[in-house]
């Protein structure tokens, strides 16, 4: 079964400086891998999504991913954190067989000035 | 804005009550997905109606049932409420691409049972 991990329930970063949130998958099949933002008192947000083709991956407001198959990762990364950054992002997968995503329990990020 | 609604944005109700919520999907989006957000099971998918027809169903209790209807809208219907079905609900809709679709989700109905 599809599962996935989020490692850090909170990340705290200065504005400018280098966003990492982590996030490891386990799929019995090749993953769909997808980073959804969840701004305060909205909806989530397709942030990027991995289905085939390059493994490094760029999204929407700077950032950017990468599948490594090898440590089943699929870390979230910017160069540069703005103050509107400042969110709760969700990783999740969603196997070949099914459609329905899976999520990880979430990242909250803090930017500060 | 993702071009998915849904109504109302809140709903209060008291414990042993029934409410539907509503979803209408993006246009031209034929599946839809009920997902239920809470502290302490986070994200969890409910079920998938795809063209009227149920297609998958997740953690989705007995006590919650959800039709698609001709006009591809969708209705979450929640009965005999207790107070842990407080939660974020979040419709979300795609047009299926084996598994490649984007789900554009909807702002979500927060329910809260006093």
């Known amino acids: ?113 | 804005d993702s071009g998915v609604t849904q109504t109302p944005k809140h709903l209060i109700t008291a414990t042993g009550q029934r409410v539907t919520l509503r979803c209408s999907p993006r246009s031209g989006d034929l599946s839809v997905y009920w997902y239920q957000q809470s502290l302490d099971q986070g994200l969890q998918f409910l079920i998938q109606y795809y063209n009227g027809e149920e297609r998958a169903k997740g953690n989705i209790l007995e006590r919650f049932s959800a039709q698609q209807f001709p006009d591809l809208h969708s209705e979450l219907n929640l009965s005999s409420l207790e107070l842990g079905d407080s939660a974020l609900y979040f419709c979300a809709s795609s047009t299926p691409r084996g598994g490649e679709e984007t789900q554009y989700f909807g702002p979500g109905t927060r329910l809260l049972v006093l």
């Not at chain 1, 089943?72 to 070949?96: N, R, W």
Request: with cysteine; proline share 4%.
């Open chain 1, 1 to 113: 079964a599809q599962s996935v991990t989020q490692l850090g329930s909170h990340v705290s970063v200065s504005e400018g400086a280098l966003v990492l949130l982590r996030c490891n998958y386990s799929s019995s099949v090749p993953p769909y891998l997808f980073w959804y933002v969840q701004y305060p008192n909205q909806g989530l947000q397709l942030l990027l999504k991995y289905t085939t083709g390059a493994t490094l991956v760029k999204g929407i407001n700077g950032f950017e991913a990468e599948f490594k198959k090898s440590e089943t990762s699929f870390h979230l990364t910017k160069p540069s954190a703005h103050m509107s950054d400042a969110a709760e992002y969700f990783c999740a997968v969603i196997g070949q067989a099914g459609t329905a995503l899976i999520f990880g329990k979430g990242t909250t990020l803090s930017v500060s000035s």
